[in-house]
Every structure is written in C-alpha cells, then in structure tokens.
C-alpha cells in the first residue's frame, strides 16, 4: 500500500487548498481514509476520516471549513479545505486503515506541508 499527498503550499488566511491523497495497492472504497495534521511542536491530530460507506466526520476544529471526498475511479481522496486560519498551518498525511484477517493495518503517506500566512 503507498499514499502519496499532493496539493500543499502556501496560502493567507481566508484562502483554499485542496489535498489529494493517491493511493495504490489498496482501494480507497473500502477503507476508512483519515487526514491527520501535525503542527510543529505538536502531536498529530486527527482531521477527519472517510469510511467505505462515504460516511464523514471531522473535527471541531475544521468542521464546516473542511470537507473531505473521494473520487474511486482515481483511487484519490481530497481533502478541501476553505477559510484556512494561521492555525491550521501543519504537514498534512493521509492514512488508510485496511481490513486484514487479523484486524486492520494503518498505513501512512510522507505528508505535504500546509502553511498558511499573511
């Protein structure tokens, strides 16, 4: 499995982003596909997930600034981000949690830098 992000850089406050997660070796629809941040000095944090049945949810913090989708034709997940605040600022990673016989296997793109400055 290999998740490779792409979309980062650098943008001011209010501005948009939008994140793509390319994945490979396993199909984004039936996983759960998470976005994850970490800020510098932080720990990782959750941003919000997608589940194989399309269910979404995010936290407090983004909810109704972010949205996260897919496209399973791509195998891509995006995460869109809207009304960006300085603190939102992190390297962003996406992560699949894929079912196994024994449980599930979490896997993890290398992350693309968000920065949001005036």
């Known amino acids: 499995v290999q998740l490779v992000e792409s979309g980062g850089g650098l943008v001011q406050p209010g501005g948009s982003l939008r994140l793509s997660c390319a994945a490979s070796?396993?199909?984004?629809?039936?996983?759960?596909m998470g976005w994850y941040r970490q800020a510098p000095g932080k720990q990782r944090e959750p941003v919000g997930s997608i589940t194989r049945f399309g269910n979404t949810n995010y936290a407090d913090s983004v909810k109704g600034r972010f949205t996260i989708s897919r496209d399973n034709a791509k195998n891509t997940v995006y995460l869109q981000m809207n009304n960006l605040k300085l603190e939102d600022t992190a390297v962003y990673s996406c992560?699949?949690?894929?079912?196994?016989?024994?449980?599930?296997?979490?896997?993890w793109g290398r992350g693309t830098q968000v920065t949001v400055s005036s």
């Open positions: 992560n699949a949690r894929v079912p196994s016989a024994i449980g599930y296997g979490d896997y």
């Open positions: 070796g396993t199909p984004v629809s039936r996983n759960t």
